[in-house]
């Protein structure tokens, strides 16, 4: 699966530019981001996409430092049942560990990794597929929000021992030094956040068991299905998800599983089917199932499969099965 991002960290660029006057709205659309899918807990992003916003939007506001200020507009929500679970951990130790089995969730191409040693814990970061002017962009939000995540778990009462970034060193960095308040290296093979031993074992302000348990298994849910490698059968819940919208497009179902149109028929042909074959299967499977709950109205379900109105829905049925869907229903109940 082609690099994607919860569609909520898109929340603090979309807040960024709003905070400058900008419509945020058009400027998603304008990237192919629905902006809609914000709001939604489990809807994704390309990250490609969200990359090219934000790259337009340093542009536009002529920022060098925007990474850093849309950090400022991120709160713990915005990463979702990750950004809960860290906060409930019992120390920052846990925290990095959640991390660490949790991080596809956020990005699926996003790797961290903990090195301890005698004195310090190192946090390192490392991103796949990142567009090349995105780096700077993308490392200073992350960074800024990871270490103010920490900050809040103990009680602000937090400083790293040393960051690293990956890019070169600009030639301003009082911003850096202001923020993370340790020494900054530059040009390092990977972007890094390290902390004293003792500070990683301190108990966070924020911890809460329970709540820390009840969404790891929201985050296990969340990584079984995005680890779901059967591209029919993502296509399928797409085709799904959107059919009471009406009959959805190859191109549309293509953005939900993050591939181009031309990639997602290509895959398909592999398979040896193609996507309106799948429509097919989908909406005969659904109406089937739905006939079979008597309390549902024809109508309802022309519907939820994306027809027009009942009438189209009836001649569609019967070209699937040879009857109309009463019909259908009544002989289920003989």
């Given at each position: ?32 981001l629905d902006p809609s899918r914000i709001q ?178 929201i985050l296990e849910f969340m990584i079984k ?109 003989a």
């Amino acid at each position: 699966m082609e690099n994607s991002i919860l569609a909520s960290a898109g929340r603090p660029l979309w807040r960024y530019l709003e905070a400058n006057k900008i419509d945020a709205d058009s400027m998603f659309k304008r990237f192919g981001l629905d902006p809609s899918r914000i709001q939604e807990p489990r809807s994704r992003y390309p990250y490609q996409l969200l990359c090219d916003a934000w790259v337009e939007a340093a542009a536009i506001t002529q920022n060098e430092h925007i990474g850093f200020d849309s950090a400022k507009h991120y709160t713990p929500l915005d990463l979702n049942a990750l950004g809960v679970t860290f906060l409930s951990s019992t120390t920052l130790t846990e925290a990095f560990q959640r991390l660490v089995r949790y991080e596809s969730v956020l990005n699926s191409h996003l790797t961290f990794s903990i090195i301890e040693s005698t004195d310090r814990v190192d946090l390192i970061s490392e991103l796949a597929e990142i567009p090349i002017d995105a780096i700077r962009i993308v490392e200073d939000c992350r960074t800024s929000v990871l270490v103010n995540l920490c900050r809040l778990g103990l009680d602000m009462a937090l400083d790293p021992v040393e960051v690293a970034f990956t890019y070169p060193e600009p030639k301003a960095t009082g911003e850096h030094f202001a923020i993370f308040r340790c020494p900054v290296k530059f040009s390092q093979p990977a972007s890094r956040v390290s902390f004293n031993l003792a500070d990683t074992r301190r108990p966070f302000t924020s911890a809460n068991r329970e709540l820390a348990l009840s969404s790891d298994q929201i985050l296990e849910f969340m990584i079984k299905d995005l680890n779901q490698s059967d591209l029919i059968s993502q296509v399928k819940r797409a085709i799904i998800d959107d059919l009471p919208s009406g009959a959805p497009s190859a191109t549309d179902i293509a953005k939900c599983v993050f591939v181009s149109n031309r990639t997602l028929q290509r895959r398909l042909s592999d398979e040896n089917t193609n996507f309106q074959t799948l429509l097919l299967e989908v909406r005969r499977e659904l109406a089937k199932k739905y006939l079979e709950d008597r309390s549902m109205p024809l109508a309802e379900i022309s519907y939820m499969l994306g027809f027009a109105d009942a009438s189209s829905f009836s001649r569609a049925f019967k070209q699937w099965t040879g009857d109309p869907p009463a019909a259908f229903r009544t002989n289920l109940l003989a």
